[in-house]
């Protein structure tokens, strides 16, 4: 991709918040169609059962999900899943680093921005130095360092709103109310980037669906998803198969859910989420691309 090239245009959907997202070099500007990043698993134990350890098959599966219309491939090598061991550090290095090498050649990877989801500043430090448009951080920014990485390198910070430790269970977390909670964080948390270096163009927000959080929490981050608006920065919502959709519905096996996370994305469409991580890319994009045209009336493209 060409330094500043501007990827995606903005429409004239003014419901939604006017601001620009940088990420190495990459401008992209809302409002316009929310975006759709694509999750691919490399490490086996995924919970919705779709990893994939060998990296040429994994950069296959790559070009698939951009071909199904992914914008951002978001690309894990170990599990968020508590009742799995973490991998060591060089073993999440060798598979990120080596799935980047193959896939900075292939095709796929001009036509869609790649997210790294990983946490540790050791891993992320080496991947980024190998490639990678935007830094996944579900390690809810305890310091600085990766917020400094991510400045070194250009990449765009996800920063995602949790409590303790990846790989940790937390669901023993209660909050008096989990949006003064998300607002007290955020405030913290953007600011802690930007005196890192990190300019605000290069963060996006993630409320953290599932993440130490009860089945009410959840359900009213959906519902007030819009207060975090505030912040002026895009708002990603990782909707795909949550835990939570699976509670309301009574549906155990994760790629059952694929209808309620439809509903989901509608629910985070009204309130303006900018980007919606998911694993059925195809049925995600057909539902915004719906939900949109709608929306504006026919008018802005999708």
């Known amino acids: 991709m060409n330094s500043g090239e501007d990827l995606f245009h903005p429409s004239s959907f003014d419901l939604h918040p006017s601001l620009r997202l940088l990420a190495r070099g990459n401008a992209i500007d809302f409002p316009r169609r929310p975006l759709v990043m694509g999750i691919l698993n490399l490490g086996a134990d995924s919970f919705s059962g779709d990893g994939i350890i060998d990296l040429e098959a994994a950069v296959e599966r790559g ?22 061991a973490a991998i060591s550090e060089q073993e999440e290095i060798d598979q ?43 390690g809810a920014l305890p310091t600085d360092e990766n917020a400094r990485i991510c400045a070194e390198f250009g ?5 995602m709103h949790s409590k303790g430790a990846p790989k940790i269970a937390h669901t023993h977390i209660q909050y008096a109310d ?30 953290g669906i599932d993440f130490a959080k009860q089945r009410a ?15 002026g920065r895009p ?18 096996e994760p790629s059952e859910r694929d209808a309620g996370t439809v509903a989901c994305i509608a629910a985070g469409m009204n309130r303006g989420a900018s980007i919606f991580r998911v694993h059925n890319v195809e049925a995600a ?6 939900l949109w045209a709608m929306s504006c009336s026919g008018g802005p493209p999708v």
Do not use: C
């Open 63 to 84: 070009r698939q999900i951009v071909a199904a219309g992914a914008d951002i491939l978001d690309v894990g090598a170990e599990s968020a899943r508590t009742n799995r």
């Open 96 to 138: 990120l680093g080596g799935f980047i090498r193959i896939w900075r050649k292939q095709e796929a990877s001009r036509s869609a921005l790649l997210s790294i989801n990983t946490w540790r500043p050791a891993v992320v430090r080496a991947v980024l130095a190998e490639g990678g448009d935007i830094l996944n951080d579900i």
């Open 155 to 159: 990449a765009a910070l996800l920063i």
């Open 178 to 207: 989990v949006l003064e909670e998300m607002d007290r964080f955020f405030g913290e948390k953007i600011q802690l980037a930007i005196d890192a270096g990190l300019p605000k163009e290069l963060i996006i927000l993630d409320p």
């Open 217 to 231: 929490d959840n359900l009213r981050i959906y519902h007030q998803l819009g207060r975090l608006h505030k912040f």
């Open 235 to 252: 708002i990603l919502l990782p909707v795909s198969r949550k835990t939570v959709i699976g509670e309301v519905l009574a549906i155990k």
């Open 285 to 290: 994009l057909q539902s915004i691309k719906m």
